[in-house]
């Protein structure tokens, strides 16, 4: 059985937007906004990795947020909130009775059901942009579990 193992992704110049943005969009924006997650997720994990990790069974997630320079702090409940198109983007589709698929994300984790990913409470910090590397935002996801692709 392989051992627990933690990565860290980092996604720079890239943090989805607050709930406040997403609440109340409709259905074909907020897909949209999961696909830009899948998307900045896919390369940096094939510029770090050279392919998609893939983790079984329970895993552990955070995510943190970077800011520099005038970039604003977001409210507790809206920072929580805003995790929610990188983890759809994070699990693997699921079929249904009727054979049409969930949209799928990458499969990194395979499920946000609550006994499967323990997710922990978001976190940010305010940086420099010479911390950023010139960025004004990132994002930086860990995720701790049984890895099964290495």
């Known amino acids: 059985m392989p051992e627990t193992e933690k990565i860290t992704i980092m996604l720079p110049g890239y943090f989805p937007p607050s709930l406040n943005v997403t609440s109340g969009q409709h259905w074909a924006k907020t897909r949209k906004h999961k696909k830009l997650a899948e998307k900045h ?19 552990t997630l ?12 977001m409210d507790p409940d809206n920072l929580g909130g805003s995790q929610k198109p990188l983890i ?3 699990r693997k589709p699921k079929s249904h009775r009727n054979s049409k698929g969930r949209q799928g994300g990458l499969g990194i984790i395979e499920d946000d059901d609550p006994s499967l990913l323990e997710l922990l409470e978001p976190e940010q910090h305010k940086v420099t942009k010479d911390e950023l590397k010139g960025e004004s935002i990132a994002c930086i996801i860990e995720i701790t579990g049984r890895r099964v692709d290495a």
Do not use: T
């Not at 390369?43 to 895993?59: I, T, Y």
């Not at 955070?62 to 702090?73: D, E, H, P, T």
């Open 62 to 73: 955070q995510v943190f947020r970077y800011i520099a320079g005038r970039r604003q702090m």
């Open 41 to 59: 997720l896919l390369v940096a994990c094939l510029r770090k990795f050279g392919r998609v990790p893939v983790f079984e069974g329970k895993v």
């Open 88 to 90: 759809d983007a994070m």
